[in-house]
């Protein structure tokens, strides 16, 4: 069961910020926020994660409620490289168990337009 | 480094036929994996290794078999084809610290199987 909740799609004009919800009221101690992407005919590829924090790096800043049930994933200017299915994961990393794999819901269709 | 690599890219089976999708990393990652997806659909986990020697059942490993033998590899088998594994394969890893949510993972560039 997917443990998150996105909208199913959005879209942004070229150039202009896009803030992706993600929902995740059942989210545990343990459980990293992670993002992932995947561009059309593509594997899903690393965005961002965040445990409490918002963290910034050089694709994205993720913004995360004070009390973890829910996350933003920031694309400050989006360009048409950015159109792609962006997945909001949970992960515990507990190899081995049932915690330890990335569980995908279908995540958010970002369409750009020029 | 290549990262995470498969093949064939492409493949045509017909119904019973056997074949084995490759995938390796560079890595010396020690947790691989491998997903299907299906059209619309998010990915899906099939099976999964921590280690050489070591795999176990994801959510839908039903007609696919694994083996870890070394770790840079780590094949999938189907032994019989059926039309319901006509799907986007993706192979990924990771350095597989368990308890480190922190951990990111890889992906390749996926096979996609046609079964008629």
């Known amino acids: 069961d997917a443990k998150t909740t996105q909208p199913n799609s959005m879209e942004s004009n070229e150039e202009e910020p896009v803030h992706l919800p993600c929902n995740h009221s059942?989210?545990?101690?343990?459980?990293?926020i992670h993002w992932y992407r995947q561009l059309p005919s593509q594997g899903p590829e690393y965005v961002i994660h965040g445990l409490t924090s918002n963290v910034n790096n050089r694709m994205a800043s993720l913004a995360i409620a004070e009390d973890r049930k829910s996350s933003t994933l920031i694309l400050h200017r989006a360009t048409l490289r950015d159109a792609a299915v962006y997945y909001c994961?949970?992960?515990?990393?507990?190899?081995?168990?049932?915690?330890?794999?990335?569980?995908f819901g279908k995540g958010t269709k970002l369409s750009v337009k020029p | 480094n290549a990262g995470v690599t498969q093949t064939p890219k492409f493949q045509v089976l017909k119904t019973g036929q056997s074949m084995t999708l490759q995938c390796a990393q560079d890595m010396n990652h020690e947790y691989m994996s491998w997903y299907r997806q299906d059209p619309g659909m998010g990915l899906r986990l099939i099976h999964y290794?921590?280690?050489?020697?070591?795999?176990d059942q994801g959510e839908v490993p039903n007609g696919y078999n694994v083996s870890r033998s070394t770790t840079e590899d780590f094949p999938l088998r189907l032994l019989s084809a059926a039309p319901s594994q006509t799907s986007v394969y993706f192979c990924a890893s990771s350095r597989g610290t368990s308890g480190v949510g922190a951990e990111t993972q890889y992906f390749g560039p996926g096979t996609r199987l046609l079964v008629l």
């Open positions: 994961i949970l992960f515990a990393g507990a190899y081995g168990g049932s915690q330890g794999n990335l569980i």
């Open positions: 059942t989210i545990s101690g343990t459980d990293y």
């Open positions: 290794s921590v280690g050489a020697g070591i795999t």
